[in-house]
């Protein structure tokens, strides 16, 4: 009978490195290992060095790393160059993050034990990939500290709080029932049962060679200065994150208020560009009234809006009543999804006349009819 796969896990706190090892039903305190085991070694660094970004509808897009990258530098614009990454271990998983400027000491500090690790992540990037590949929609995950992470679709929200803290920001984002538990126990079991590879997650390279031990006594005397300075760097960070997050429900407040200005204006469906179509509108009252302009700006907008990531539009031709627009997408999918999508507008009729396989992707035409 074959020996079963272990799985040595490290884990991190205020005294040190502590090992651990999955045995495919649990996970308990063990020795370290010797030097010759070959068994995976993951090392999980404190996930308060990191903070995450869940992005928003680029799971399915082949250019899921740049968009990812684009949401980024717009949700936190004036970062450090280089300083957002995006992990994508596999299929539609995605994952933006950050790091924290203490993990370089952090890194410096344990260099010698972090050296053996297979893979080095965290445990709320190894919880996080389990529920990817567990379908979850909704599930949360509680780290170190209190600090809680609720993952709804396209939304992850943290926080520091107790559980009436948690079931209220569960409410708000209008969820009801309870949402799936994710712990690194119940995650190391899906690894195992799907064969999840661990060597995808890594966040940082452990480095090689052996550690200079006369270093390593150096640092000895500032353990409990940088275990505060963590705890000050984690408080820090939930501060920003919470005046960000009233800014953040600030901005959707006065949205919220101009969507409802522009629906009293226009009617329900007041398209891509509201406020381009009221000034064309007011253009139009000047002039009398009863123009054939076109709204051009209307026209753009509605396909931006309704096309896939990575659409090249190579021609716009307008006329009175209609006009012709030829572009390229990358499949058939994508264009039979934009297709449906524009089918729901109410301002324009588009009709596809021609799709042709080209080498780079798909050619087609549109014809756009204006509904006066």
Known sequence: MAAKKLVYIITFNGQGPVWKVFDGDSISECDEPGVKDRNPVVAL????LFFFFKPKGVDKSRHAKSATMMQMNYSFPGGEDGGFKVLKPAGNAVLGYTSHDLLTQFMEKYREVLARATVVTTAFAVCWRA??????SVWSWKGQGGIRILSAMEDMTYFKGSEEEFRKRFESLGLDGQPEQMDLEQ????FRRKKIRWARLGLV????????????????????AAVMVTLVGTLFIAGQYRRWQVKHDEAQQWRSKLRQLYVSALGPNPGGDPYGT?????????????????????LLATISENAPVGIVVESLNLG????????MVSTYDDLDEMMENLSTNGRYKFVL??????????SFSLRAEYNR
């Open 278 to 298: 009221i000034l064309y509108k007011l253009d139009q009252m000047k002039n009398g009234g009863g123009g054939s302009g076109v709204d051009v700006l209307g």
């Open 205 to 224: 390279t452990a480095g090689n060679g052996k550690s200079d031990k006369a270093s390593v006594i150096d640092f000895k005397p500032y353990i409990a």
């Open 45 to 48: 660094i404190p996930d308060p």
């Open 353 to 362: 006349e021609q799709a042709d396989n080209v080498d780079n992707g798909i």
């Open 131 to 136: 529920a990817v590949a567990e379908g979850l």
């Open 320 to 327: 009175t009543d209609s006009g012709n627009i030829r572009g």
């Open 187 to 190: 995650a190391c079991k899906i």
